[in-house]
């Protein structure tokens, strides 16, 4: 853990986590003012869990500052290489394009060196990945599993059966004390989760018409 340092900026506090090789950093995620956060420190690689536009607000900044390699799913693609693709939802934000240099599809891949697995965890948005640190023991989850919560399903894209089918089949069957660093809120472990997510526990006795998505049940909206 003492290898990451994490970064939570623009309005909708989402994380950001610095991960340093001894060959270089990975940015995971690019929220509002982290180019400034980060300007003096070295960035190599800047990996994507998703497209929303919390999480890539600075990627074009970051890029261009450190002349970084950047790289997420294929289905991401739309929502970092349109200017106005959130304003197709109602959002007022615009995203400065930026594109791949390489794209990520799910298993095992090799990152500056480093052995990471991936996962792909479609449901609170297409193309939504959680990278596994093997020997960190560390998942960086973007916004699927939340320490409490699940990432909202009521976005264009969205699918709440494809979003819990991938928590619990990717997942949950990690090992219980892998710490999950999620794109909002604090830290938790897959044990953790599986013993109290009220998502994940009470599912079984709740409707879709009585499961909320997480944003209604906390106070902060997330994306
Ligand atoms: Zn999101």
């Known amino acids: 853990m003492n290898r990451f340092k994490t970064y939570t900026g623009g309005a909708l506090e989402t994380n950001c986590f610095l991960y340093e090789t001894p060959v ?7 929220p509002e003012g982290a180019d400034a956060a980060f300007a ?3 960035v190599d690689l800047l990996l994507l869990t998703h497209g929303h536009f919390d999480h890539v607000a600075d990627g074009a900044a970051i890029i261009r500052r450190h002349g970084c390699k950047t790289a997420f799913h294929a289905d ?20 400065e394009p930026f594109a791949a240099d390489f794209l990520i599809e799910e298993g095992p891949g090799e990152f500056l060196g480093e052995a990471l697995r991936v996962f792909l965890v479609p449901g609170h948005c297409p193309g939504s990945l959680c990278f596994l640190l093997p020997g960190e023991r560390v998942l960086v989850g973007g916004d699927v599993l939340f320490r409490g919560g699940v990432g909202r399903w009521d976005l ?24 999950v660093l999620p ?8 044990g953790r989760e599986r013993a109290e997510n009220p998502f ?15 944003s209604t049940v906390k106070s902060r909206t997330t994306l």
């Not at 304003?87 to 995203?95: I, L």
């Not at 969205?158 to 089918?165: M, V």
Request: hydrophobic share 35%; aromatic share 8%.
């Open 24 to 30: 270089g950093n990975i940015l995971f995620d690019a």
């Open 40 to 42: 003096d420190t070295r």
């Open 76 to 95: 991401t693609i739309p929502m970092v290489g349109e200017r106005d693709f959130f304003r197709k939802w109602g959002f007022a934000q615009e995203v």
């Open 156 to 179: 264009p894209g969205g699918n709440r059966d494809i979003l819990f089918d991938g928590i619990r089949r990717k997942l949950l069957p990690l090992d219980e004390d892998v710490v």
């Open 183 to 190: 794109g909002h809120g604090p830290a938790t472990t897959i």
């Open 200 to 214: 994940l526990t009470e599912e079984r006795n709740l409707s879709s018409t009585e499961i909320r998505p997480a």
